[in-house]
């Protein structure tokens, strides 16, 4: 199972950034995709995540303003994120398992920078 994700970039506070995450290997219609980020001495952290039927959750800090999605299609997942905020600045990882427990597949990450 590989997850290629894309889209990170330098964007000022309240600007957006669509992130992508094409999966191959596996079928993001079974299971649960997320998106995870990590910042440098924190922990990774849930931002988004969505299940085989569509079922979304949020990390509290993220709720409002990132909206994740997929494409079962294209087997790709999407977040985006609008109303940027320099506290969002992390890695941003892709991520599929079979629950919403630990992911068992993760993508490399994919950096994003908000500048105050």
């Known amino acids: 199972v590989q997850l290629q994700a894309s889209g990170g970039g330098l964007v000022q506070a309240g600007g957006s950034l669509n992130l992508s995450c094409v999966a191959s290997g596996s079928e993001i219609r079974i299971g649960v995709m997320g998106w995870f980020r990590q910042a440098p001495g924190d922990q990774r952290e849930v931002v988004a995540r969505?299940?085989?039927?569509?079922?979304?959750g949020y990390g509290d800090s993220v709720k409002g303003r990132f909206t994740i999605s997929k494409d079962n299609a294209k087997n790709t997942v999407y977040l985006q994120m609008n109303s940027l905020k320099p506290e969002d600045t992390a890695a941003y990882y892709c991520a599929q398992g079979a629950g919403w427990g630990a992911p068992a597949y993760w993508g490399q990450g994919t950096q994003v920078t908000v500048s105050s």
């Open positions: 969505i299940s085989a039927r569509g079922l979304t």
